[in-house]
């Protein structure tokens, strides 16, 4: 999976964004935004600081490894929409609602070395949905918004920490996944009243409810894993 001379620091990044809006009648808007970066570059080379183990290689950038050094990703993507829309002369509507989801695969060789001392492959996702509905009153003397919020989440990360050969004849593993979830409920108001050309009165209340759910494993494996093996599923 490594060759002599095989790129690392190098950038392989393809990204995306549109944007479409519609409107139609008076006042009605509608506004989706969606946008994506997929990042499929090499592992980032850097020169050892000592000899410890092995000596320097002569180019701050040349790496040892005997990881993968061209399995590493991370993709983002998202999408969301706003909508609005007067209802009255002195009443306005928005309604916004938004995905975003993402996925990261990471070998990692601390000690970059062409042998198993310290390396951690990783693998991270998370993904989360958010709504908002919100009505803005505004007279002369008197602007209110109220609304309410609502957010979903999962983010869940898994990485197997290799100590390789440091103990000799115990090589050890520890194995971690585990996964959050986050739901968050939120009612809003605020006022801004004109008493006098030169004073106002800024008021709010708001009442939030975050409740959060989590999920650990861990466990230690007795045995040495190959470079570019993990116990999780990328």
Request: hydrophobic share 35%.
């Amino acid at each position: 999976y490594n060759s002599i001379g095989q790129d690392v620091s190098n950038k392989d990044v393809i990204a995306g964004r549109a944007n479409l809006t519609i409107t139609w009648g008076e006042s009605s808007k509608l506004k989706i935004l969606a946008d994506t970066v997929d990042d499929r570059s090499n592992a980032a080379g850097g020169q050892r600081l000592n000899n410890y183990l092995a000596p320097q290689l002569n180019s701050r950038y040349d790496i040892r490894d005997d990881m993968p050094v061209n399995q590493d990703s991370a993709v983002n993507r998202g999408v969301s929409a706003n909508y609005t829309q007067q209802l009255a002369p002195a009443l306005d509507l928005k309604v916004i609602g938004a995905y975003r989801e993402g996925h990261t695969l990471q070998f990692i060789n601390f000690e970059e070395l062409n042998e198993n001392r310290f390396q951690v492959p990783g693998h991270y996702n998370d993904r989360e949905g958010t709504g908002e509905a919100q009505l803005t009153y505004t007279k002369d003397l008197v602007k209110v918004v109220g609304g309410i919020y609502y957010l979903h989440g999962t983010a869940c990360g898994a990485f197997d920490a290799s100590l390789g050969d440091d103990i000799p004849g115990l090589p050890l593993t520890s194995i971690t996944t585990g996964c959050v979830q986050t739901d968050s409920k939120a009612v809003y108001a605020n006022a801004i009243w004109k008493l006098t050309d030169a004073l106002n009165l800024d008021t709010g209340l708001r009442w939030n409810q975050d409740q959060k759910t989590a999920g650990v494993y861990v466990a230690q494996y007795v045995g040495l894993l190959a470079p570019n093996q993990t116990f999780f599923n990328p």
